[in-house]
């Protein structure tokens, strides 16, 4: 891997291949509807529930686990979490309903904790945001793939308690050789070091006082992150409920298409950031990219209540725009935050921080609203909670901006004045 444009492919793929097959462990079941059983009207949604409830658990845990997990255990644990993830999905095969949602409570407790070791591979890098948008398209494109899949296990004939055990088999191979990339994947560079600073474990100490630090422009960023992650969360695990009151119907492949148009456009948007080798320009950079994201899906939901789009764009247009500050969180703020301030610390602590509030918003969402699914007109309610939503995020992102230009203000060493305690990468 001597040759930079090679060590940068490896990476994206393995980032990539390895955390799309881990979708197909996680959302598959997502594909059925779940409503025969009459004295079960909301399973679908109890079953959702229970896997983001197990999901957000593992958040909380991953706080510490992740944040202080040594390199050379990332990929056996990897593995140790997707069996547990599928010999969950076997249960629930076997264990009659309700009583089977506590074995998705159970897959999602394992499989949460995977996107911090994958993390852990690429970060501290000069290519990370390059790595990082593919690994987080793998997410955006999955999501559609994995329900294709559970879609076309259904139209074969396997049953709605079958078929997410048979998905998750069905990407257990190639999800191997994926972790084995990943363990190639070579350590920092010098270069990189210079340009990002050195990633380490972190004791709770270290966690604490970066908290105090940085506390109130996190938790901006952290609020406007739960309610993207709110609102992108019920477009995915309830896109057939969507589609179909946007009157399409019958068509499993449209989630897969919907999606790749999704992750390109945040790929190349995110991915831009890149260029910039400045760590502060790159770090506002993406809080602008994410303010625009969020304004452009507030246009989307008036075009579409206007008439002026139809479904396909606006299942489209919507997802870049939620996905676009959803992923400059995981490509840009957060890195480049570290390599600015030159703190001790890892990727894999920030993340893991705002997924756990980020999702324990969308389970309390889910819990507050377990028959939405049942609505007689769910589009409408899904407008009207993502209109509301997104001005939210808009305005907490908004005021990260300015909390964050008063905490890292434009060095004065091209004025001839040196400014101490703050070491900036150039």
């Known amino acids: 891997m001597e040759k930079p444009w090679f060590l940068t492919l490896w990476c994206v793929i393995a980032a990539f291949g390895s955390y799309a097959c881990m979708y197909g462990f996680r959302k598959p079941f997502t594909a059925g509807s779940y409503t025969g059983a009459e ?51 076997v249960c629930f095969a076997l264990t009659p309903p309700p009583f089977n949602a ?12 995977v996107f911090g070791l994958v993390l852990g591979f690429v970060e501290g890098r000069r290519m990370t945001e390059v790595f990082v948008a593919g690994l987080c398209a793998s997410f955006i494109l999955a999501d559609g793939v994995s329900k294709s ?38 350590a920092p560079s010098g270069a990189d070091v210079t340009a990002r600073s050195a990633r ?18 996190l938790f901006a960023i952290v609020t406007a992150y739960l309610l993207v992650t709110v609102l992108r969360s019920i477009r995915a695990d309830f896109a057939p409920e969507i589609w179909s009151g946007l009157g399409l119907t019958g068509q499993p492949a449209v989630f897969t298409y919907s999606e790749t148009w999704v992750a390109l456009g945040v790929v190349l948007v995110n991915g831009s ?21 969020l304004g452009a899906g507030l246009l989307a939901i008036a075009a579409k209540r206007a008439g002026a789009v139809g479904p396909f764009p606006f ?4 997802g870049v725009a939620l996905y676009v500050p959803y992923v400059a969180v995981h490509t840009t703020l957060f890195e480049r935050l ?22 324990l918003g969308y389970a309390a969402v889910v819990l507050a609203q377990s028959a939405m ?40 060493e091209a004025q001839g004045v040196p400014v101490a305690g703050l070491d900036i990468a150039q």
């Open 39 to 89: 004295l079960f009207p909301h399973l679908k949604t109890w079953l959702v529930t229970a896997q983001v409830l197990g999901y957000t658990l593992s958040k909380f845990i991953g706080i510490k686990v992740v944040s202080e997990m040594p390199p050379a255990r990332r990929a056996p644990a990897f593995l140790a979490l997707i069996a547990c993830a599928e010999l969950a999905l």
């Open 102 to 113: 506590a074995w998705l409570f159970l897959n999602g407790l394992s499989l949460g904790l």
């Open 149 to 186: 899949a559970g879609a076309w296990l259904l139209a074969l004939g396997f049953s709605e308690r079958w078929m997410p055990g048979a998905a998750g088999m069905i990407f257990a191979g190639p999800l191997v050789v994926f972790v084995w990339m990943l363990r190639q994947i070579p």
């Open 200 to 217: 380490a474990p972190m004791t709770g100490r270290e966690r604490l006082a970066m908290l105090q630090r940085h506390g109130f422009g």
């Open 273 to 293: 950031l890149v260029l910039v080798r400045d760590n502060r320009r790159a770090f506002f950079g993406g809080l602008g990219l994410s303010l625009a994201g």
């Open 315 to 318: 299942m489209v247009l919507l």
């Open 338 to 359: 570290i390599a600015l301030t030159r703190e001790r610390g890892n990727l894999g602590y920030l993340m893991y921080l705002a997924d756990a509030i980020g999702y």
């Open 373 to 412: 699914a049942s609505k007689a007109n769910f589009l409408a309610v899904f407008l009207d909670t993502t209109t509301w939503l997104l001005g939210a995020a808009l305005c907490a992102m908004f005021t990260a901006r300015v909390l964050f230009a008063r905490r890292l203000p434009k060095p004065r």
